[in-house]
């Protein structure tokens, strides 16, 4: 994955109630390369790895991964 991907920005940063925020596709990344099997497995994660590692329009990975962590319970909605 070429460093200009990886460094683009989400469409806008995504408050996780691991305590962290989600800000760019290596972000992302990351914090997708740390999930547990039992997370990691679910079709939204499924999906976003296949949109990252296409490279696919940020826009695209940006909802995917939000959508994802909406469906962990993990985005956390009283942050901005």
């Known amino acids: 994955m070429s460093p200009a991907y990886l460094s683009q920005k989400l469409t806008r940063p995504l408050p996780t109630k691991d305590g962290g925020t989600l800000r760019t596709v290596l972000d992302a990344r990351t914090y997708m390369l740390a999930l547990p099997q039992r997370r990691e497995t679910t079709a939204q994660w499924q999906r976003a790895a ?29 942050r901005p």
């Open 50 to 78: 296949e949109l990252l590692l296409a490279q696919a329009d940020v826009a695209e990975v940006s909802k995917q991964v939000e959508l994802a962590l909406f469906f962990d319970a993990k985005l956390d909605l009283a």
